[in-house]
């Protein structure tokens, strides 16, 4: 069975979607009290790739809000490059968190110590008015305790313990509700106003757009961008199954099909790549803002449940999204436009990271995922 999010994308690339009424009255307590301005913001959100990505109509929001506030984004290496240069934040700090525990694992511990002390003061240097973390973990929490800001605002009983570290507690949220109008709703409670057609609209990068021509060049024919790799393995779709989508659609459809990445992923999409006709695979060749140009040259977009989907989503570009062990109604792509292909059983969702028997995942067959690219490419 397939979930199908109904209407074509919009004719600007950006997802749009009107929100019902009872999702804008829930955010009608607000922490923004009388003519309270706040000038000097922190936003934590540190991962993952598509959950910064989907924090940008909460972004929007705020911004409008607050038009002459200083905003800070603090993010951690992986998903950094999706708010930097970004023309609605006046400051981005990277945590390096990764690269410091690596480094004390080999022995570094005086070097790594020192640059993070020289972050931390890099943290403290404004004077915060409000924080607000949208991550809702212990390693956030502490960074927004760090940070010296004096209202820290975070969702109360969020995983581990994070609540403790805030002086302002914002209801629990809905567990199943889509993580980006979460995110909304927290922009409400500080006084913004939530436009009913919430829009999500990832901004276009010259530089990474030029990369990205420069790379897919040559071909006038319809794009699908393939990004088949998870973290999750249970969130993998087999890879002989890949082998024979790209097959199928290299032989039948008069398409360019296009190959996605990070360097991590070069080994499994080296093996669905092999004896692919006409196929380009430019896996682990992009930054994320080349791989956001990429999928906005696409027609389509077929991947699993990963970030890279919510960068397709938040791009405009049509996502044929296979899930199994996850939620589409809390993570799918957002928007119009989209198809979400899933097998009803009674053990999904279950959110396990590992499966003896994927099921959900394995009895998705090629000839449905095929006919679902052929339908929305209307071929």
Known sequence: MSLTYAAAASAKRCSRVQLKDEVLQRSQTSFHQGEVVFLNILIIKLSAIGDVAQCQPFLEALRRTYPQARLTWLVEEAASDIVLDHSQIDRVLVSHRKSWIREIKKGRIRSTIKEIRLFL?????EKYDLVIDLQGLFKSGIFAFLSGGRQKVGFDRSRELSYLFYNRRMEPYNIDQHALLRYLDVAALLGAEVDKNVKF?????DDAAHRAEQMLAGSGKPKVVLNPVARWTTKLWP???????????SRELDIQVVLTGGPQDRAFNREIFQ???????VTGQTSLKVLMEIFRSADLVVCPD????????????PVVALFGPTAPWRTGPFGPGHLVLRRELECSPCFRKSCPDPKCMTELSVDEVYEAVRTRLEL
């Open 201 to 205: 609209c990832l901004p276009r990068n």
């Open 121 to 125: 003061k890099d943290l403290r240097s």
């Open 275 to 281: 004896g692919s006709h006409g196929a380009l695979d």
């Open 306 to 317: 990963t970030g890279p989907m919510h960068l397709a989503a938040g791009v405009g570009v």
């Open 239 to 249: 890879r002989e199954s890949w082998k024979e989508l790209i097959r199928r659609m």
